[in-house]
């Protein structure tokens, strides 16, 4: 079992940043890829981004290519999504999560989210 908290979150102007942080722990030396989901109100869930613990290699979501960075510490088992030039339709849950798949949009775990809401 792995627990993960996110933190980060807020309200920003439209063009502004926010960064993420998502701190893992349990059973950590189980996870291969950790990653981000989102959903906003009415819409279903969207993979984000993801990051191999081993090797660092990521993907992104086109919605947020160019413009969010994820990136580890293995040291602190922590994830972080930074998010720069946002836009209102950035507005959403978004949660940590571990072995994420992109195809199916589920995960291994979950955190509990942290909310992100961008005004114009």
């Known amino acids: 079992q792995v627990q993960l908290v996110e933190s980060g979150g807020g309200l920003v102007q439209a063009g502004g940043s926010l960064r993420l942080s998502c701190v893992a722990s349990?059973?950590?030396?189980?996870?291969?890829?950790m990653g981000w989901f989102r959903q906003a109100p009415g819409k279903e869930r969207e993979f984000v981004s993801a990051i191999s613990m081993y090797t660092g290699s990521t993907t992104y979501a086109d919605s947020v290519k160019g413009r969010f960075t994820i990136s580890r510490d293995t040291a602190k088992n922590t994830v972080y999504l930074q998010m720069n030039s946002l836009k209102p339709e950035d507005t959403a849950l978004y949660y940590c999560?571990?072995?994420?798949?992109?195809?199916?949009?589920?995960?291994?775990?979950w955190g509990q989210g942290t909310q992100v809401t961008v005004s114009s």
């Open positions: 349990g059973r950590t030396f189980s996870v291969n890829v």
């Open positions: 999560t571990t072995d994420p798949s992109r195809v199916s949009n589920t995960a291994g775990s």
